[in-house]
């Protein structure tokens, strides 16, 4: 069956067709912000006069169907994670997932909270994440234009990721959303152990784990 | 056979009528960017944007909402077929009664088709969009009504003709008073600001487009465009006294629709009650007033 899937991850080689349509992609990137925590507070700055994302045709947009951009900012509850799939399975593909702050990355300073997941990235692709508490909008205008490099050059391919090794990000999602439902007794989080979460990451496929080693060295 | 002959100009007037109303609407995101002292996107920034919504998936919602996208763009590009570009229409008539008839079938269209989606806020944003329609469909016939009386005739391509001779011949100058109620009900129209609350994003989620994706969102961009330029024509062929070559005409639309990013960019939404109370009592007073002057001879 791997045969059948036509494509992998850094070693892609695209065609020409889809490099043109990739110049129009990346000059047209329309944002779902998930204003989930301190982040959203960075995006009107990043918008209005002073830092101007739309003259790189970049703009809001009010429902998942018509984004291309998912921007995570800030931290993610675990009943607020059910809600971010939702939105980012109702996108439609070409669709690029950016988590902002140090909150998706690992924690940051919710790292011990229980109702606060760490990694975003054993959920869903993140294609790119911008460090900081928060990244200022000198930062977050960096990584969109770093993401537009990695939109042409065919390397943000997260929801391909994403469709190649769904059952791995579902076994993931319904692991920590368990969390969400109620609990009579006294109950350990697995998710506070970080042997299981080492674990998680010991079982991705290679391409993820790649391509996580990839993101955290650039 | 007929059909057949006319089929280039048919197509020809279709993708003219695309791609202008397309830089129209780069044209006033410039504009608009440039008022808010930013830089803005560049000129063909709604190319991009349609051509990207034709490179992502789609979900359809069943063949009612397939149809109805496409009979909007059809009904549109329709109406396109009878307005003059440069006093010449691809069907040879200028008829304002099928122009009036005509452009409503893309918003029945777009009900339609939106409506299928099952989304509660679309037919929320449709209903808006069809109440407003009452109240700019008024001032606009009465106004029109009052340039058939005036010419005595319903063919644009007279009316157009009617004022040949310089801008001192323009209905601008002569029939001031019709020329702002109709340019307040263009804003109506077109959907901007202060008559933007069928889209009204924060409120109700871009109401008719809700659950448009990818290439639906695209058809949805290229009936915004034919609409531009469809109602900029119509202004400047009723008002502006058409154009002798497609340059001047294209200049002339560039005028009347950055007028009204203009006015886009400084006002605030009106609730869609305010919103038709408002055209009802300025725009329909004051195409009233101009139809009574041309009744009563003045």
Redesign the interface.
């Known amino acids: 069956m791997e045969d059948a899937v036509l494509f992998n991850l850094r070693d892609e080689r695209q065609s020409a067709w889809e490099s043109v ?1 990739n110049y ?2 990346k ?2 990137m329309w944002m779902l912000y998930y204003c989930t925590g301190c982040g959203a507070i960075e995006l009107p700055p990043s918008m ?2 002073r830092y ?1 994302m ?4 970049m703009g ?4 998942p ?2 984004a ?1 951009l998912l921007l995570i900012t800030g931290y993610l509850s675990v009943k607020t994670l059910k809600r971010v799939i939702y939105s980012y399975e109702q996108m ?3 669709k690029y997932v950016v988590g902002f702050g140090s909150c998706p990355i690992n924690g940051g300073i919710y790292w011990d909270s229980y109702p606060v997941i760490n990694h975003l990235e054993l959920f869903m692709p993140v294609d790119m994440s911008i460090a900081g508490c928060m990244p200022r909008p000198q930062a977050v205008l960096d990584a969109f234009q770093k993401l537009m490099a990695e939109i042409q050059d065919g390397h943000a391919v997260g929801y391909k990721r994403y469709r190649k090794h769904y059952d791995w990000y579902k076994r993931n999602q319904d692991a920590v959303l368990a969390r969400t439902e109620a609990v009579l007794e006294p109950w350990e989080d697995p998710f506070s152990d970080p042997a299981l979460v080492e674990s998680l990451w010991n079982d991705a496929p290679e391409e993820i784990k790649e391509n996580r080693e990839v993101r955290h060295d650039a | 056979m007929r059909f057949l002959h006319m089929l280039p100009q048919l197509l020809g007037v279709s993708f003219l009528a695309m791609a202008i109303g397309l830089l129209l609407m780069g044209l006033g ?1 410039q504009f608009t ?1 440039r008022l ?7 000129f063909y ?1 709604a190319y ?2 349609v ?2 919504c034709f ?5 359809t919602h069943g063949f009612v909402m397939d149809l109805g996208s496409i009979m909007s763009l059809a009904g549109l590009l329709a109406t396109a077929y009878y307005v003059p570009f440069v006093q010449w229409t691809a069907t040879g008539s200028g008829s304002l009664v099928i122009i009036l008839y005509m452009m409503t079938i893309g918003y029945l269209g777009m009900a339609m088709g939106v409506s299928a989606s099952g989304n509660p806020q679309a037919p929320l944003g449709i209903s808006r969009a069809l109440a407003l329609m009452f109240g700019y469909k008024i001032p606009l016939v009465m106004v029109i009504l009052a340039m058939i009386l005036v010419t005595g005739t319903s063919d644009l391509l007279n009316i157009v003709n009617a004022q040949q001779g310089g801008p001192s011949h323009w209905f601008l100058l002569k029939f001031p008073i019709g020329f702002l109620a109709v340019e307040i009900a263009f804003q109506g129209m077109i959907g901007e600001r202060p008559y933007d609350m069928m889209i009204a ?2 409120e109700i ?2 109401g008719p ?6 290439k639906y ?1 695209g058809l949805a961009f290229l009936l915004h465009s034919v609409q531009l330029y469809v109602e900029t024509a119509l202004i400047v062929n009723l008002f502006l006294g058409g154009a002798a070559n497609p340059a001047t005409f294209f200049g002339k639309q560039v005028v009347v629709y950055l007028t009204s990013m203009a006015v886009n960019a400084v006002m605030a939404r009106y609730r869609i009650e305010q919103g038709i109370a408002h055209l009802w009592k300025w725009a329909g007073s004051l195409a009233f007033i101009q139809l009574l002057t041309i009744k009563g001879g003045f």
């Open positions: 349509l129009f992609r000059r047209s209005t006069s101007d739309e003259r790189f045709g809001p947009m009010a429902t169907r018509q291309d439609q593909e070409p | 995101r960017a808010q002292r930013r830089v803005g996107p560049p920034q991009i944007d051509l990207k490179s992502k998936g789609s979900i994003p924060a989620a871009s487009m809700v659950e448009l994706s990818g969102l």
